[in-house]
């Protein structure tokens, strides 16, 4: 399978440069584009949520399996293929949480014009928050 395939079955989808795309994960309700979707030179591809959602979580809520994110070629061959050491690079990455970064924003200049905050404001911010962290992770990142 190519990451055409996979592609095919989201939504949103915006290619971020060679091989590389964002979409809606359709793993949970995704607002923005959370998902990111990267495909290697061997045909491999790499999805990371930076909602949390799992790989497996991702490939089924699409009607797949995991043997389908590499070549059949190399499904027989996957234990001998290493790793990526930072599969996604920090530009994808920071596209991938520019809407939580709005969600940190909006929640700021609410606080500073002296708003309340609902216990649902702050669930969600703990939650961008996490995404952020989360995102720096993957992109080999680290934050304090």
């Known amino acids: 399978m190519s990451a055409e395939t996979l592609l095919s079955r989201l939504d949103k989808v915006r290619r971020t440069g060679p091989g590389r795309w964002v979409a809606r994960c359709p793993a949970h309700d995704d607002r923005g584009p959370s998902l990111s979707v990267r495909e290697l ?4 591809a790499l ?3 930076f909602a949390g959602c799992t790989v497996h979580e991702v490939v089924q809520a699409v009607g797949l399996s995991l043997s389908d994110l590499f070549p059949e070629k ?3 061959e996957a234990h001998a293929i290493k790793g990526e050491r930072r599969p996604f690079p920090a530009a994808d990455v920071l596209r991938c ?7 940190v924003l909006t929640a700021g200049a609410a606080l500073l014009a002296g708003q309340p905050f609902s216990d649902a404001d702050r669930a969600r911010l703990v939650v961008a928050v996490g995404r952020i962290q989360a995102a720096l992770d993957a992109g ?3 934050h304090g």
């Open 97 to 103: 949480i520019a809407f939580e970064a709005l969600v």
């Open 41 to 44: 030179e061997d045909g491999r």
């Open 47 to 49: 999805l990371k949520c």
């Open 140 to 142: 080999g990142l680290t």
């Open 74 to 76: 190399l499904s027989n």
